[in-house]
């Protein structure tokens, strides 16, 4: 059988760590720098087990690390970080990879390897129960704050809570409770071609209303008690929308490029 070869990479954008999930059909591959990956094979597709962790490209051209933020958000071309610039997190988590590093044609994947297309994404996602949720089934058994699904019990994979860095502005989101996954084809966050390893939008919606109430009930308390009319608003909302799955918020939610859950539509 055809094993197509895809590369698991950690990105500015969109990043995640796999490590230590090899299947009994495990093999080694060597990058442009001399390191060795395992890899773990899901259906007919063979992925990396483990970060990628090159500063060339295929061809020996070196990709420059930069660390200042404005620089970060202005960049044209490709770049690697450490998450918060700290040699620390590389050691534990890898490199985070910009897109233009990403979809540099001298290519950063090592030789007969590529970055995952947007359909090859799309399966793994169908073959781990849908790509709402292969997330959680991607996930590390450990180093989640907000641990769920069987994790690498039933994917062989164990994705580490990498964080991220965004583009525009080139500020860190400290590994713990995110990551993301580079699709080759689409720099721009989409929640059917990128899996996000965080919060979905029904932990969201009910995290944010949770606030809302406890907010909302001091105020009335120290402030004034019409504060209460905004209590019930959000209570009966949620009461709503248990019964017909319509939510304001979760609508809001989805349309940043938050991944849908299953309680909302």
Same mark, same amino acid.
């Given at each position: 059988?055809? +094993? $197509?070869?895809?590369?698991?990479? %950690?990105?500015?954008?969109?990043?995640?760590?796999?490590?230590?999930?090899?299947?009994?059909? %495990?093999?080694?591959?060597?990058?442009?720098?001399?390191?060795?990956?395992?890899?773990?094979?899901?259906?007919?597709?063979?992925?990396?087990?483990?970060?990628?962790?090159?500063?060339?490209?295929?061809?020996?051209?070196?990709?420059?690390?930069?660390?200042?933020?404005?620089?970060?958000?202005?960049?044209?071309?490709?770049?690697?970080?450490?998450?918060?610039?700290?040699?620390?997190?590389?050691?534990?988590?890898?490199?985070?990879?910009?897109?233009?590093?990403?979809?540099?044609?001298?290519?950063?994947?090592?030789?007969?390897?590529?970055?995952?297309?947007?359909?090859?994404?799309?399966?793994?996602?169908?073959?781990?129960?849908?790509?709402?949720?292969?997330?959680?089934?991607?996930?590390?058994?450990?180093?989640?704050?907000?641990?769920?699904?069987?994790?690498?019990?039933?994917?062989?994979?164990?994705?580490? %809570?990498?964080?991220?860095?965004?583009?525009?502005?080139?500020?860190?989101?400290?590994?713990?409770?995110?990551?993301?996954?580079?699709?080759?084809?689409?720099?721009?966050? $989409?929640?059917?071609?990128?899996?996000?390893?965080?919060?979905?939008?029904?932990?969201?919606?009910?995290?944010?209303?949770?606030?809302?109430? @406890? %907010?909302?009930?001091?105020?009335?308390?120290?402030? +004034?008690?019409?504060?209460?009319?905004?209590?019930?608003?959000?209570?009966?909302?949620?009461?709503?929308?248990?019964?017909?799955?319509?939510?304001?918020?979760?609508?809001?939610?989805?349309?940043?490029?938050? @991944?849908?859950? $299953?309680?909302?539509?």
């Amino acid at each position: 059988m055809f +094993n $197509h070869k895809l590369l698991v990479l %950690s990105g500015v954008l969109a990043f995640i760590l796999f490590s230590a999930g090899c299947s009994s059909q %495990s093999e080694k591959i060597i990058d442009r720098d001399g390191n060795s990956y395992n890899t773990v094979q899901m259906g007919s597709m063979i992925w990396t087990g483990i970060n990628l962790d090159v500063v060339h490209y295929r061809n020996g051209d070196a990709i420059p690390e930069v660390k200042d933020p404005k620089e970060w958000g202005t960049l044209t071309t490709g770049a690697w970080c450490y998450n918060d610039n700290k040699l620390e997190n590389g050691t534990t988590y890898g490199k985070l990879y910009n897109w233009y590093a990403v979809n540099d044609p001298r290519g950063l994947a090592p030789k007969g390897w590529h970055v995952a297309t947007d359909a090859e994404w799309s399966a793994l996602g169908d073959l781990l129960g849908g790509i709402e949720n292969a997330g959680g089934t991607l996930k590390a058994s450990k180093s989640w704050k907000n641990q769920s699904g069987e994790g690498s019990k039933k994917s062989g994979f164990e994705a580490l %809570s990498a964080g991220a860095r965004r583009d525009t502005d080139g500020k860190f989101m400290l590994p713990g409770e995110y990551s993301r996954l580079w699709s080759s084809q689409n720099k721009q966050y $989409h929640p059917n071609l990128i899996i996000y390893l965080s919060m979905n939008i029904d932990r969201l919606v009910f995290a944010i209303a949770g606030v809302f109430i @406890v %907010s909302s009930i001091l105020l009335s308390i120290y402030h +004034n008690q019409n504060w209460l009319w905004f209590t019930g608003f959000v209570g009966a909302n949620l009461f709503q929308a248990a019964f017909t799955g319509f939510c304001p918020l979760a609508i809001v939610l989805k349309r940043l490029g938050v @991944v849908s859950g $299953h309680a909302f539509k």
